[in-house]
């Protein structure tokens, strides 16, 4: 495929040009190798669940066999593969949110991990119902880590929601039977009903699907959000560099890779150290240098203002620029491809978790009981290693774009405190957002997820969208892969907004000193969003699925995603996916996502691979939305105007 197909990312283009020219494999290549992909399973109608199969079965009704061994239709297979898809991706998510909760649980005045916002502590105290009175900080914490930690495998009762749930939003859930019970009860449910033998009716499974679901955001993610923000403190705004011209000649390159953010706050930590520094000036190197890809560059950019080399389109395009000390990484989103390609270069790919050993890779094990000591150990790898690299294979491309990170929802209402009218009721709330929404001043708000996928041009969509999304007065906010592809074509900027913006969203951003992008983090930190959505709501006395709201994941690839866009719907929002899931060899799959789930939760999935299209439809249905809000809003609230109560900006 011609270069420029791949990805309208210059500095990429000009990576897999070196990289064709060096006869080095990237992931484009091995796209290339697996020619057609398999029409079966890219439809979701091949079944491998038990060993009489596998059971490829017809997409086609009445065309072909019809039904695997057992008597599975294409309707069960591809709604049991589909559940399986969401309870993959809600336990990658819960897993991080457990680790961490683990980690709050060490936490202490003398150890390694401290509570760096005392205030959020108290805060999540106060919504698990624990009292603070008379408490030290460390026995709080410990108190709060417990309680989470106990609500992965709580044996009665339903899981302990947070504050931000509208009212109505959790009718809706009980009317569906879909208010989730202990986190990893619903994800072993979800193995149990899906294996031989069990749940052949596709409604059921979906449903299932859909409670397992919110574990992840509401649950494990959400987890995880709070208590890394406890630990690491909570992001503020802070100015950043992102894409691969953030690799620097004379400085030791390490690139931080994956997801679980308690490794790389300490190796942000040990790379200060002084005995690290002067090994590094010992080895010839200007200093040192830590750059993120994917979610771990999310989490130590926010908190930390580390650079972004990348999406998960360059994490091989980090190592081919041949300036790469170090590839470490956690959990989650790796190539085991790094292990072949590092060795065509002196980087060294250094695996620091028992949940990701990759053959070829250095397993440096990450211990969190010394978890100082063992990051410097890491990071000393990397540094002594900078002696290797040979400067004449070095092509580091010069592009970089700048932009703010850092929306934690806390962050946010203090931009909004900065345009709080006197009369307004008080400061410290979404308010003035939430008038914004209603006026009309700004049109809806979309949040742009996810990953990249060589099955589309690598964050065309990503980018068509938000620029589509800002020029018709709809805020955008982004996380993962999705918001490092907003950082690098400069849409974190706050000029962004003279550039990109309609009137309303620019006059916003200019008064609350935004950009029209908030860069709200990681995939977990999706949980800030659900917040986010879930307190508007709240204000404007209605159900989330009633506000001119969307998600969307235009380029996703992870089992992840597709737990999160099932969350994202059964919280009442669409989730317009644009790559097309593994569903479509059922009519009535496809069907139950992308039609009958709205009548049960008030969202539904859209299909839609030209993003272009997606926009229209997007803006189309933002404005279905809107005609209802102001009525209702005024309705609920008693009142005949909405001025009367505030004029908002
Ligand atoms: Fe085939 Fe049924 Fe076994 Fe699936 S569960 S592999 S459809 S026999
Ligand atoms: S990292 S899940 S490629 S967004 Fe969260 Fe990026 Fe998708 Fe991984």
Redesign the pocket.
């Known amino acids: 495929m011609d270069e420029n197909l791949r990805s309208v990312d210059l500095a990429a283009q000009e990576l897999f040009q070196k990289a064709s020219e060096d006869n080095i494999e990237t992931l484009w290549d091995r796209k290339a190798a697996l020619k057609t992909q398999c029409g079966f399973g890219e439809q979701g109608v091949c ?9 490829r079965v017809s997409p086609v009704p009445g065309k072909g066999v019809q039904r ?5 239709t294409a309707d069960v ?1 591809a709604s049991r593969h589909f559940a399986r898809m969401v309870a993959g991706g809600a336990s990658a998510h819960s897993d991080h949110g457990r680790n961490i909760a683990h980690i709050l649980h060490m936490a202490g005045e003398n150890g390694n991990y401290k509570v760096r916002d005392e205030k959020k502590l108290l805060e999540v105290a106060g919504r698990w119902g624990i009292s603070t009175e008379g408490k030290s900080i460390d026995s709080l914490a410990h108190e709060v880590a417990e309680a989470a930690l106990n609500e992965f495998g709580k044996p009665f009762g339903s899981m302990t929601l947070p504050p931000s749930v509208p009212e109505q939003r959790k009718k809706v859930w009980e009317e569906n039977k879909i208010v989730p019970r202990a986190i990893d009860r619903e994800v072993v449910s979800i193995m149990h009903a899906t294996t ?1 033998g069990c749940t052949a009716d596709a409604d059921s499974m979906i449903n299932l699907a859909m409670r397992t679901s919110m574990t992840d955001g509401w649950g494990g993610s959400y987890i995880g959000t709070e208590f890394s923000d406890i630990l690491f403190g909570t992001p503020v705004p802070r100015e950043i560099e992102a894409n691969l011209g953030v690799i620097q000649k004379n400085m030791v390159n390490i690139v931080l890779h994956g997801h679980e953010p308690s490794l790389s706050e300490m190796v942000v930590l040990a790379s200060e150290d002084p005995e690290i520094k002067t090994l590094a000036t010992k080895a010839g190197a200007e200093g040192i240098n830590l750059v993120g890809i994917c979610c771990t560059g999310n989490e130590v950019t926010m908190r930390h203002g580390v650079k972004i080399a990348g999406n998960f389109h360059q994490q091989e395009l980090a190592v081919l620029t041949g300036a790469i000390e170090a590839v470490i990484v956690d959990v989650q989103c790796i190539f085991p491809a790094l292990a072949n390609l590092t060795r065509c270069f002196h980087t060294k790919f250094i695996t620091t978790s028992p949940l990701a050993k990759i053959t070829g890779a250095t397993h440096i094990e990450f211990n969190e009981e010394h978890a100082y000591e063992s990051a410097k150990s890491i990071i000393r790898e990397a540094v002594e290693n900078f002696k290797n690299r040979k400067q004449d294979r070095v092509q580091i491309p010069q592009y970089k774009s700048q932009g703010t990170v850092g929306y934690s929802n806390r962050a946010i209402i203090g931009q909004l405190d900065r345009v709080v009218n006197s009369y307004t009721d008080k400061p410290g709330t979404f308010k003035p957002l939430a008038d914004c929404l209603v006026s009309g001043v700004l049109r809806g708000a979309v949040g742009v997820v996810g990953c990249n996928n060589p099955k589309v041009k690598s964050d065309y969509g990503h980018l068509e969208i938000i620029k589509r999304m800002i020029a018709n007065d709809v805020i955008v906010v982004v996380t993962g892969c999705a918001a490092q592809a907003a950082a690098k074509a400069g849409l974190l900027s706050k000029d962004a907004a003279t550039k990109y913006c309609g009137e309303g969203l620019r006059k916003v951003c200019e008064l609350a000193d935004i950009p029209p992008v908030l860069h709200m983090g990681s995939c977990v930190d999706i949980s800030r969003i659900l917040e986010l959505v879930g307190e508007v709501a709240k204000i404007l006395h209605l159900d989330m699925s009633e506000l001119p709201v969307i998600g969307a994941a235009p380029e996703w690839m992870s089992e992840k995603a597709v737990a999160i866009g099932t969350y994202v719907v059964s919280s009442g929002l669409d989730a317009f996916l644009g790559v097309v899931p593994p569903v479509t060899g059922s009519l009535e799959v496809t069907d139950i996502l992308t039609n009958r789930i709205e009548n049960w939760v008030g969202g539904k999935f859209y299909f839609e691979t030209d993003p272009v299209v997606a926009a229209e439809k997007m803006l189309a249905r933002i404005e279905e939305k809107r005609a209802k809000v102001e009525e209702i809003a005024l309705q609920r609230m008693n009142i005949t105007k909405y001025d009367d109560l505030s004029p908002g900006f």
């Open positions: 079944c491998r669940i038990c060993n009489m199969g596998p059971c695997g061994i057992c008597g599975a297979i031989m």
